[in-house]
């Protein structure tokens, strides 16, 4: 599991400052130590897989089924996008924070913020380095 991170951050302190000013800029409340989310999946009303995993870029794939000569072909295709992950903030659904307009000028095809009912979340490592079974249902992946 990985510890706690903001990108670019250079401390612990700034990234403490920089999780929830982007909460703020976001909407949302920052989540306590115990509950930060390091990545989700997700699928978009397409059917596109995605994982938003903080310090990575979105990355994604697309899975089509066609019927050629009696048999089911299935195809699968990479998606990429260049937007980088920066946080992630549990919820209902869940907001993804991303190095995009606004933050930068870096243009996305994704909003920024953007929210996601996820698949599959995994958490940060907690601070204390432990734990324990049930401290967070639903949301251990």
Known sequence: MVAFFIPRASDDEQA????????????????????RVRSISFTTHEGA?????VGEELRGRRTTRLLRRGEVVEHTRTLSSTSRVLAVYPGSPFTVVTDAQPITSAPSEWANPF????????LFDAPDGARRAGDHPGLDG
């Not at 929210?115 to 995994?122: F, L, N, S, Y």
Request: hydrophobic content about 40%; charged content about 30%.
């Open 49 to 53: 897989e995605w994982v938003a995993e």
């Open 115 to 122: 929210t996601a009912e996820p698949d599959a979340v995994t």
């Open 16 to 35: 403490e400052r920089l999780y929830d000013a982007f909460a703020e800029f976001a909407g949302c409340a920052p989540a306590p130590p115990r509950e």
